[in-house]
């Protein structure tokens, strides 16, 4: 089945640490995104990448690492530097960057800080 | 920063009513989108209306655009007790890209059966 996943579905971080979440798509699109989400409250962007090797900061990138080696993989690094970490973590793909396409989700990871 | 604002933040109807929701916006638009997201899961597309557009349907979705009022609509009929979910707007601002799109707070719509 095509589509985008994500994983673990829950992780637990202790405070200090770096943890990774993994995000892979088979849907060959260019682009690919992170967002964060808190409780009752909207998507916020922490990095997107339009292509391979190339990535750029969205909003709240402070705390947050990623990568693009592969067209297929964007995986995000929550690093200890992120003070609030808690929260649901959403991973999109889109054919590309241009104006109108549509942002194609995961089904969200779970980070929960004990 | 987020653009869109949905309106109300909660949602309760009886399963066959008409369920509206509304989404203001601050700058000017390429295109806007709704999304659905049920309860811990990802985030669904349900349609695009561009910025010279006025009116889109899809089943028993139907979305309008108001530019001149910086607002759009999402009027769900004959609802049913699956349609129960998170519905955001996703604008996409003047002259950019879908990467600067900006997800508002959402609206929480509960359909009772």
């Known amino acids: 089945d095509g589509g985008i996943t994500q994983s673990p579905k829950y992780l637990f971080r202790k405070e200090g640490q770096n943890v990774t979440l993994s995000c892979e798509q088979n849907l060959n699109h260019d682009a690919m995104y992170w967002y964060r989400q808190d409780p009752g409250q909207g998507l916020r962007l922490i990095y997107y990448?339009?292509?391979?090797?190339?990535?750029q900061k969205g909003d709240i990138a402070e705390g947050y690492s990623v990568s693009r080696e592969k067209k297929e993989s964007f995986p995000l690094t929550v690093t200890s530097a992120q003070k609030n970490p808690t929260a649901f973590y959403l991973c999109?793909?889109?054919?590309?960057?241009?104006?109108?396409?549509?942002?194609?989700f995961g089904e969200g990871s779970w980070l929960t800080v004990v | 920063s987020q653009q869109g604002e949905e309106d109300p933040q909660a949602l309760s109807i009886q399963e066959g009513e008409n369920a509206t929701m509304n989404c203001s916006y601050k700058?000017?638009?390429?295109?806007l989108q709704w999304y659905r997201q049920n309860s811990g899961r990802g985030l669904v597309h349900l349609i695009l209306?561009?910025?010279?557009?006025r009116e889109k349907h899809s089943g028993r979705l139907r979305v309008t655009l108001d530019t001149s009022k910086k607002s759009s609509s999402l009027l769900i009929t004959a609802s049913r007790a699956a349609d129960t979910a998170s519905y955001f707007c996703?604008?996409?601002?003047?002259?950019?890209?879908?990467?600067?799109?900006?997800f508002g707070d959402g609206t929480t719509l509960t359909v009772k059966p």
């Open positions: 999109a793909s889109s054919p590309g960057t241009s104006s109108g396409n549509t942002i194609y």
């Open positions: 700058t000017s638009i390429n295109n």
């Open positions: 990448s339009q292509i391979v090797n190339d990535f």
């Open positions: 996703a604008t996409e601002p003047y002259n950019t890209n879908a990467g600067k799109s900006t």
């Open positions: 209306i561009r910025s010279n557009e």
